[in-house]
């Protein structure tokens, strides 16, 4: 499952089913994953039983919540009672920084005399879903003189 940009420390949620396909009852159990990117998840259920009737499943909701940046693929492994074999679920995805703007590319003060303040106002602007908290430095603004 493609959960695509995530920015960091901003939540998504997701519900899934698991349905059984087979002629008896089957229990199951999320297998413990400790990946850095695998402990972001949670998972509501991590064992259940599937009965046999046709479509009865367990639904998961499954919340994600990174404070690393980076791109992630990350495999979970469902064990399956009396069964060799495993379910998989892969979600891949990438957790991205906060976004944000500034109301001009360029301040443009002109002639400016010595002792003259001259004063422009710009705008910073929040683009993404999470809080910024942020400094605003200009280097060479005249202070150390």
Request: hydrophobic share 35%; glycine share 8%; with cysteine.
């Amino acid at each position: 499952m493609d959960i695509g940009d995530i920015f960091v420390t901003n939540q998504k949620s997701f519900e899934l089913g698991i349905e059984n396909t087979g002629e008896i009852d089957c229990h199951w159990k999320l297998i413990p994953y400790e990946t850095p990117f695998g402990s972001k998840f949670n998972f509501s259920k991590t064992d259940g039983t599937l009965g046999v009737r046709e479509h009865v499943r367990d639904l998961l909701r499954v919340t994600f919540m990174s404070d690393i940046l980076g791109e992630f693929s990350e495999t979970f492994r469902f064990a399956l009672e009396g069964s060799s074999e495993m379910l998989t679920l892969t979600f891949k995805g990438h957790v991205v920084a906060p976004t944000f703007r500034f109301s001009e590319d360029i301040i443009d003060f002109g002639k400016v005399s010595y002792k003259f303040p001259e004063t422009k106002t710009v705008y910073l602007t929040n683009t993404s879903e999470v809080d910024i908290n942020y400094v605003v430095r200009v280097p060479g603004d005249g202070r150390s003189l």
